[in-house]
């Protein structure tokens, strides 16, 4: 990629709706440095997905390591806790605490190492699962702390900007931007019990918002499923 691109965070997850932002970053003429997490999610497969997804597009890829299971309090992180099958009014278990705003943290440290004032983060507030650090508020909220809590945001002409391009966008919406900017969905895993081979259950939460997108959108499903799904 050429050096005179302006550079990018990208948060990664190895799910369809990263996977997109990154596609979307890349084709505003971004260089892309994405940022993944192992945080000690139940769900590994998911890292070998960031790995296929930015060695499509990505200029630079970084995996950070943390425990957010040390906290606990998450379907995601903790295998006492049963990830639901059903859907639930509320914030559901599978939300892990504070995760996007430490995400976002880590993000906003790598853009000051390599001089990037924009982050990219695949949060949506329309067909997700009632998080609330995947809302636009938070969105704002977060981007106004970069700006008072970094020495590049406190002390240089430049300002950081939150980008969340599918924040108001359907998931059928997010697929067929995605599918146009060439991204091959059949590479990302989006379910919380995916088995080692990136292999979704099917009734988990999110794998029901991907499948009815993947439906509405009038495509088909290049999901892998687990035998007998």
Do not use: W
């Amino acid at each position: 990629m050429s050096g005179t691109q302006r550079p990018a965070i990208i948060l990664l997850s190895g799910g369809l709706d990263s996977a997109t932002v990154l596609a979307m970053a890349r084709d505003l003429g971004y260089r892309c440095h994405a940022i993944s997490f192992d945080y000690g999610q139940r769900h590994r497969s998911e890292l070998a997905a960031c790995d296929a997804i930015a060695a499509q597009g990505a200029h630079e890829h970084r995996r950070v390591t943390l425990d957010l299971g040390a906290i606990g309090g998450s379907a995601l992180t903790d295998t006492a806790i049963d990830v639901p099958e059903t859907p639930a009014d509320g914030i559901p278990v599978t939300y892990v605490p504070a995760r996007n705003t430490v995400f976002l943290s880590l993000a906003l440290g790598y853009a000051e190492v390599v001089g990037a004032f924009d982050l990219f983060i695949g949060v949506n507030a329309v067909d997700y699962s009632g998080y609330p650090d995947c809302r636009p508020d938070f969105i704002r909220a977060f981007e106004a702390t970069a700006n008072l809590a970094t020495r590049a945001g406190t002390e240089g002409e430049q300002r950081f900007r939150v980008h969340a391009p599918l924040s108001d966008m359907s998931k059928a919406d997010i697929i067929r931007h995605g599918l146009a900017l060439g991204v091959d969905y059949s590479r990302t895993v989006s379910c919380y019990q995916a088995d080692d081979q990136g292999r979704a259950c099917g009734v988990c939460d999110s794998c029901r918002l991907r499948a009815a997108g993947f439906s509405e959108a009038g495509v088909t499903d290049p999901t892998r499923y687990r035998p007998g799904v």
